[in-house]
């Protein structure tokens, strides 16, 4: 088994006033040769976005881009003529391929919103774009994998699909609970709150720990818990 432990404090860091952002691999002004993807993993960050403020229109191309809102809600416009709102419980994908526009911003007047954006290496190049949200019950989750998102081709159902041998999951994770997840490929297992051992490790907010090698990985929740797991090829 290959470990890879990413502790919140290691990450790189970002304060533009209206937006704080920290970033688990290299992106913009962080850059660290060290820390550029995890496998097909390659951009996980952490945006913080001030009331009334946003990213302006701005392109991406062949790249799968997930959107998962942890507080507040973030509206979106893009090229493919999607205007919508994403809110908590939800998560959106767009799949760039052969390009596209879109901006996000938002709109409340006093609350912040946080939300994890994740990019992930399409195993095919140009495809046509795909836009798709989608809300996902919380009850779902409690003590179990819930599966968010996972390959075009193999797509599990009620999960949105993405150009990669990819999954994303969530676990709400009872204090005392334990379980076993059985890996696909690699797995990026970040903890979005609460104190858990995975693997053997003790992980507490916002850490993060990449496993390789190995078939299943024990994980045990010493606080009420909110896991992310983004199971990705490695080469």
Same mark, same amino acid.
């Given at each position: ?9 290691? &990450? ?35 945006? *913080? ?20 809102? #942890? ?6 416009? +893009? ?40 990019? #992930? ?15 996902? +019950?919380?009850?779902? &989750? ?25 999954? #994303?999951?969530? *676990?709400?994770? /009872?204090?005392?609970?334990?379980? /076993? ?24 907010? &916002? ?10 990985? &024990? ?9 992310? #797991?983004?199971?990705?090829?490695? *080469?």
């Amino acid at each position: 088994m290959k470990k890879t432990i990413h502790k919140s404090d290691s &990450r790189g860091f970002a304060n533009h006033g209206w937006l704080k952002s920290y970033h688990t691999f290299s992106f913009a002004s962080y850059q660290n040769p060290e820390r550029m993807n995890f496998g097909m993993l390659r951009v996980l960050n952490d945006d *913080i976005v001030q009331p009334k403020m946003g990213f302006g229109t701005h392109p991406h191309r062949n790249m799968e881009i997930i959107s998962i809102p #942890i507080s507040g809600a973030l509206s979106h416009k +893009d090229s493919m003529n999607n205007q919508r709102s994403i809110e908590v419980g939800e998560v959106q994908v767009m799949s760039a391929g052969t390009g596209l526009t879109h901006s996000e911003f938002n709109d409340s007047k006093t609350n912040e919103v946080n939300f994890l954006q994740l990019w #992930i290496i399409p195993e095919k190049q140009e495809v046509a774009p795909y836009y798709n949200q989608k809300m996902f +019950d919380e009850s779902g &989750r409690k003590n179990i994998f819930q599966t968010l998102v996972s390959p075009k081709d193999k797509q599990v159902e009620g999960s949105l699909p993405i150009n990669q041998q990819g999954y #994303i999951l969530m *676990i709400d994770l /009872e204090k005392g609970f334990e379980t /076993e997840y059985e890996l696909n490929n690699g797995a990026y297992f970040f903890l979005i709150d609460g104190e858990a051992e995975i693997a053997g490790e003790m992980l507490a907010n &916002r850490d993060a720990i990449g496993i390789e090698d190995i078939e299943k990985v &024990r994980i045990k929740a010493t606080k009420n818990s909110k896991l992310l #797991i983004v199971d990705v090829p490695m *080469i």
